[in-house]
C-alpha cells in the first residue's frame, strides 16, 4: 500500500508585480493558513515518510510549516525542481519515482498540475484544490511505478475553508 498527499501551496502575494513568480510569498492569509493547516493535518496522526516540494518560495515555505508540525528532519525534504509549475503528466512521472521504501510521501506544489494529478490517479472528480488544500489518495500497489490513471482511490479532501475562522 502507498498514500500519497498532495498539498496546493498556500496563497501566495501579488503586492510586488515586479516580483519574479518563482519568489513570490506568502500573503496574510497564506502566513495563516499554512501553519493552520499543517496543524491539522498533524492532529490526524497519519505518519508522513517523505515531503518532495517545488522549490518555489510559496511552495517552501508552506512545506516548511508541514515539515515542523510533522517532525520531518532535512533528510526527509526534498526540493524537486521539476515540481515548479509541473504539468501532471510531469508530476505523474515524479510519483512513479519515489523511492519504494517510503510508503507515505506528501508532494507540495502548484495548481493547474495538483488538481489535474488528483483527478488522473483516483478519478476525484475535483474541480479545483484550492490554495493550501490538501487530498490523501491511496494506492493498492507495492510499487510507485504501477500507480496508473484511477488506480488510486481518494480518502480525504481537505482545505482552509473547510475549519470555520479559516478564509
Request: with cysteine; glycine share 8%; hydrophobic share 40%.
Amino acid at each position: 500500500m502507498k498514500t500519497l498527499y498532495l498539498c496546493r501551496h498556500a496563497k501566495s502575494s501579488w503586492a510586488d508585480t515586479g516580483m519574479d513568480d518563482f519568489d513570490r510569498p506568502l500573503n496574510e492569509r497564506g502566513l495563516r493558513n499554512a501553519p493552520f493547516m499543517a496543524k491539522v493535518f498533524a492532529d490526524r496522526g497519519e505518519p508522513v515518510e517523505l515531503i518532495l516540494s517545488s522549490p518555489a518560495n510559496r511552495a517552501l515555505t508552506t512545506a516548511r510549516f508541514f515539515s515542523e508540525a510533522l517532525g520531518i528532519n532535512e533528510e526527509g525534504f526534498i526540493q524537486e525542481r521539476l515540481m515548479y509549475l509541473a504539468e501532471r503528466h510531469t508530476l505523474t512521472h515524479l510519483a512513479e519515482r519515489l523511492p519504494n521504501n517510503k510508503h507515505r510521501v506528501m508532494l507540495f506544489g502548484h495548481n493547474p498540475g495538483f488538481t489535474e494529478l488528483t483527478n488522473h490517479l483516483s478519478d476525484a472528480g475535483i474541480d479545483n484544490l484550492p490554495t493550501c488544500g490538501l487530498v490523501r489518495i491511496d494506492f493498492a500497489v507495492g510499487d510507485w511505478r504501477h500507480i496508473v490513471k484511477g488506480s488510486g482511490t481518494l480518502v480525504w479532501f481537505d482545505y482552509p475553508k473547510r475549519h470555520a475562522g479559516q478564509e
